[in-house]
């Protein structure tokens, strides 16, 4: 079965991989592809040319169309795929998806120093095109 999302997702987050884990086991269709971006092997050419830097300032997701989607709609769009879309139902209501699509962005551009971790700067290191 060909995949209906290819997720790149950060494995140097422990709370990205405790998201993705759980992900994993509830995708028994295997309709989700996990690509995580720390691998040294991953190459932005295979994946629409999604950057290691782009791809830590956000989570992507592409579809099998090739469109790429971002932050939440990864997560909605994932959890749709294994059954449990009702959870990020909030994310359809008109007054709540502003601010639950704020909270995540604020958390995107701070989740590196909220688990510990070094700024992007230094992730990027060899990975980086800057």
């Excluded at 422990?14 to 269709?29: A, H, N, Q, V, Y």
């Excluded at 290691?52 to 300032?57: G, T, V």
């Excluded at 007054?95 to 995540?104: A, D, E, T």
Aim: aromatic content about 12%.
């Amino acid at each position: 079965m060909k995949n209906k999302l290819t997720f790149l997702f950060d494995g140097g987050c422990p709370l990205c991989l405790r998201e993705i884990t759980f992900l994993k086991r509830k995708d028994i269709s295997n309709k989700i592809r996990f690509v995580d971006i720390n691998n040294e092997n991953y190459d932005p050419t295979l994946f629409n040319e999604i950057s290691y830097s782009e791809a830590m300032s956000n989570l992507h997701g592409i579809l099998d169309n090739g469109e790429i989607i971002r932050g939440l709609d990864v997560l909605a769009f994932s959890y749709a795929l294994i059954g449990l879309g009702w959870v990020y139902y909030p994310l359809q209501i008109q007054i709540l998806s502003p601010v639950l699509r704020l909270g995540y962005r604020y958390w995107a551009k701070y989740r590196l120093s909220i688990t510990g971790r070094s700024g992007i700067a230094k992730l990027c290191n060899n990975k980086c095109q800057q």
